[in-house]
């Protein structure tokens, strides 16, 4: 983690859906607060730092992560009250790209990893991403969400 004193970004669902796409951040702490409810994080873009922490705190609420196919997810320092699981496929390749950690605490909730090209295919077809990709072809650019780095 940086020596500098940034502030994290807020993210707060309460019965609600939230979602982040594109390069939405360069914080390197993330806190999350959702109740019943659901967020969808983008982590693919450059512009995030090598190391990520994720400080959660959940009632039976749900976090999808789009991250880059070699992110490391460190959910050590994650603690569960109640059931929920970290539904992740990591690559076989044994690869260290950008760590994120989940900490905090987790009741009856659960986190689902999509990497590399699920993560970009999820992100064009939600709501955000189809109007992403109009707003491109008309300019005759490429869409944000298909590659991060733009």
């Known amino acids: 983690m940086s020596s500098t004193t940034e502030l994290p970004a ?4 309460d019965h609600t859906s939230v979602r982040h796409l594109g390069n939405w951040t360069t914080a390197s702490r993330l806190d999350v607060r959702a109740r019943s409810g659901s967020v969808l994080l983008d982590l693919r873009s450059p512009g995030l730092p090598d190391e990520v922490e994720l400080h959660v705190e ?3 609420a749900a976090i999808k992560l789009l991250v880059p ?6 959910h050590w320092d994650l603690r569960w009250t109640g059931r929920g699981k970290v539904k992740d496929a990591p690559t076989a390749d ?3 790209g950008r760590r994120i950690r989940l900490t905090g605490t987790a009741g009856h909730s ?6 590399g090209g699920v993560a970009t295919l999820f ?3 939600t709501r955000e991403g189809l109007a992403d990709a109009r707003r491109a072809h008309k300019a ?3 869409s944000a969400l298909l590659d991060p780095q733009l």
């Open 123 to 125: 992100a064009l077809c």
């Open 58 to 60: 959940l009632d039976r």
């Open 10 to 13: 807020l993210i707060h669902a």
């Open 110 to 115: 659960e986190f689902r990893i999509n990497r």
């Open 69 to 74: 196919e070699d992110a490391v997810v460190d």
């Open 94 to 96: 044994g690869s260290h």
């Open 140 to 142: 005759g650019q490429q």
